[in-house]
């Protein structure tokens, strides 16, 4: 029995030592998985901070892309507003000319008409009517060739309306001074 119990304590005791040998083991073991667990938190932690960077720096370059498309905007809106008005100005200087055109056409026919009275009191109506004759053929031809080119509008001044009145009023004087010969 002595040697069963020696045989036993020194079981005991080897399988003390071996317990304690795993529990250093086993120690190890959660030490490395420790350190190993935090390496890869930390590789993962500046891979994600990369990532972060990466993603910062592109959204500085949109940004500033952003900016840019803003100032372009502002500028393209800044020349729209300056063709307006420029379109405007335009739009008001050709109705000053139509009417203009107008009044120059008013005082044309006027001057032809005062020159036709004073022609006839001097002897000369009948080579002024036949001028005149001649101008008005030359004047519908050219209508006629306007209306052919769709060149004829109507303007608000009215200006084509006053020419075809002096118009009239001028055949009319013609008839007149017709009448009277």
Do not use: P
């Amino acid at each position: 029995m002595q040697a069963q119990n020696e045989t036993l304590k020194k079981n005991l005791a080897e399988s003390q030592n071996e317990k304690s040998g795993l529990k250093a083991r086993v120690a190890e073991l959660g030490q490395s998985l420790h350190h190993y667990r935090s390496r890869n938190t930390e590789i993962e932690l500046k891979s994600s901070l990369n990532k972060i960077e990466k993603m910062k720096g592109r959204i500085e370059e949109l940004e500033v892309a952003l900016h840019s498309c803003e100032l372009r905007i502002e500028l393209l809106e800044t020349r729209e507003e300056r063709w307006e008005e420029e379109l405007h100005h335009s739009h008001d200087q050709i109705r000053n000319r139509d009417y203009l055109m107008g009044e120059a056409i008013t005082l044309a026919v006027e001057a032809d008409i005062l020159s036709m009275k004073y022609e006839l009191q001097s002897g000369r109506s009948q080579e002024l009517i036949s001028l005149h004759g001649k101008i008005r053929t030359l004047g519908l031809k050219r209508e006629k060739e306007r209306e052919k080119e769709n060149l004829e509008t109507e303007h608000h001044y009215g200006t084509r309306a006053k020419t075809k009145k002096m118009d009239q009023r001028f055949e009319q004087f013609q008839k007149d001074l017709q009448d009277q010969m």
